[in-house]
């Protein structure tokens, strides 16, 4: 006889974790169904000969006084709190980040930055009339120039896609607010709560890593009765006339079947949607097969030298490299490294799964990164002493110009499985922050247990900035 459950959880993300620890609080026993080795989902933290690696260098900060309280509640002295410190990376000069009107000024030249001034001039003049795509979107808001030089090349390494075939809601959700007039006015005033969240000087981090928080759940889960199964991936999700019954999971080559009542999932939908049994109508099978998703790969780098800049992460935004981002992690904690004479940096590399950075083998990548950290000349090659390679597939929800219409067909057919909820980031097909993935999971418990959230509304009218 099949195990059964009040409520499966499937995904072990920040979203899930949040969910199946609110429902442990409650005296519900959940079991969560994790398909990679641990917890934490994109924001995990692998280890590497005591060498700690952040996947996609997560900031913890929120305006939800909750979440704040959940992540300190978890952690305690564990949590420390840093000054941000980031540049990018352009023709040969490391710029401030958030932008810093005279550091600009300064590096790009009097001839250059009068350029720029008159190509904003000239956008705010003469918009565009719609803002359909991410490029009509920053012109209007930077100016043809700046938007060249700043935003182009950097946005279409992390997407793979030109910026006039993304769509201008990411831009909406993530950056909202913003413009060269906001960055000009921060950097002369300094921030004020009048400008949006993007410009924080300091967050706080886990001492450990992000992974260290997402153990910590996985722990409380544990200890308050649920509980949590790794390497078990989530195969099948057979239904009865709308209603959602059991799950089939693969764990160690076996395959097994839970039954529950209630049903929450951070699954891509992508992937969720030809899981469920009976399958859903061919359009819907179809529409979902169109939403995408880009892989991200990090490579590791274990350097001989105690430091290599002062960053936190650079911004890569010169074209002649595939880097797009590099962690320091010594820089977010001394304890992620193993020596103060060494440093660990991630180089970030964005992907489609199957496309030719994804293929690379792990020598090839890693030979990669040590020519680019070093045509970059924050390194020579033969600084690297060691390195590893991390890969992950569907990281990031793609903001294409048909995912609105594709989403809410999605949206439509879900609605008819009463007892299942989607969240986070992935289940969402939403590029949330951390702390808006962990309120939909919180938000899905507390409708379990009566309430009556509507999980889409979450992250409508935040302003952030990545």
């Keep these: 006889m099949k ?3 009040p409520v499966v959880v499937i995904g072990g993300g920040p979203a899930g974790l949040t969910s199946a620890y609110e429902l442990v609080k409650k005296g519900i026993r959940p079991v969560l169904l994790e398909r990679a080795e641990g917890v934490g989902g994109l924001a995990r933290t692998m280890t590497y000969k005591g060498y700690r690696f952040d996947m996609g260098g997560h900031r ?18 564990d949590f420390r709190k840093i000054s941000r410190l980031s540049r990018i990376f352009y023709r040969g000069h490391f710029f401030k980040y958030p932008l810093d009107f005279f550091d600009t000024l300064a590096k790009l030249g009097i001839v250059e930055s009068t350029k720029i001034l008159l190509s904003y001039l000239g956008a705010r003049l003469r918009p565009a009339f719609e803002e359909k795509t991410l490029e009509q979107w920053l012109t209007n808001r930077f100016g043809r120039r700046l938007y060249e030089i700043f935003f182009r090349s950097y946005t279409e390494k992390v997407w793979g896609i030109p910026c006039d075939r993304i769509g ?18 921060n950097a002369i005033f300094g921030g004020n709560n009048r400008h949006p969240k993007t410009l924080i000087n300091e967050f706080h981090y886990p001492i450990l890593g992000p992974g260290m928080m997402w153990e910590r759940f996985q722990k409380a889960i544990e200890e308050g009765g649920g509980e949590v199964y790794c390497n078990a991936e989530a195969l099948r999700l057979k239904h009865v006339s709308g209603h959602l019954e059991a799950v089939t999971f693969k764990q160690e080559g076996e395959a097994s079947e839970i039954s529950g009542d209630q049903f929450i999932s951070s699954m891509s939908l992508e992937e969720l949607i030809p899981r469920i049994d009976p399958p859903p109508p061919a359009e819907i099978l179809q529409i979902a097969h169109h939403l995408t998703y880009r892989g991200f790969i990090l490579v590791g780098l274990i350097l ?3 430091e290599v800049f002062s960053d936190n992460w650079i911004y890569v935004h010169s074209p002649e490299v595939k880097v797009a981002r ?21 180089m970030e590399y964005f992907c489609s799964e199957g496309d030719h950075i994804w293929r690379m083998s792990d020598q090839e990548l890693m030979e990669l990164a040590k020519r680019e950290i070093a ?14 390679v991390f890969r992950q597939a569907r990281a990031y929800p793609v903001y294409d110009r048909r995912y609105r219409e594709h989403l809410k067909v999605i949206q439509g057919f879900l609605e008819t499985l009463k007892n299942l909820q989607t969240i986070g980031r992935n289940g969402m097909h939403r590029y949330n922050n951390m702390d808006h993935s962990m309120i939909t999971g919180m938000l899905a ?3 379990i247990l009566g309430a009556n959230h509507d999980l889409w509304e979450v992250n409508k009218q935040q302003e952030y900035l990545e």
């Design 375 to 388: 045509y970059l000349g924050l390194a020579e090659a033969g600084d690297v002493e060691d390195g590893a």
């Design 168 to 185: 201008a809601d990411w831009a909406d959700q993530r950056i909202r607010g913003l413009s060269l007039a906001a960055a000009v006015l």
């Design 3 to 5: 195990e059964h459950f």
């Design 304 to 306: 001989n030298r105690a």
């Design 326 to 346: 590099i962690q320091n992690f010594k820089n977010w904690s001394p304890a992620m490294v193993t020596s103060p004479l060494t440093t660990s940096l991630g």
């Design 60 to 77: 913890f900060f929120t305006k939800a006084e909750r979440i704040q309280k959940l992540w300190e509640e978890m952690l305690g002295g």
């Design 445 to 447: 418990a507390e409708n």
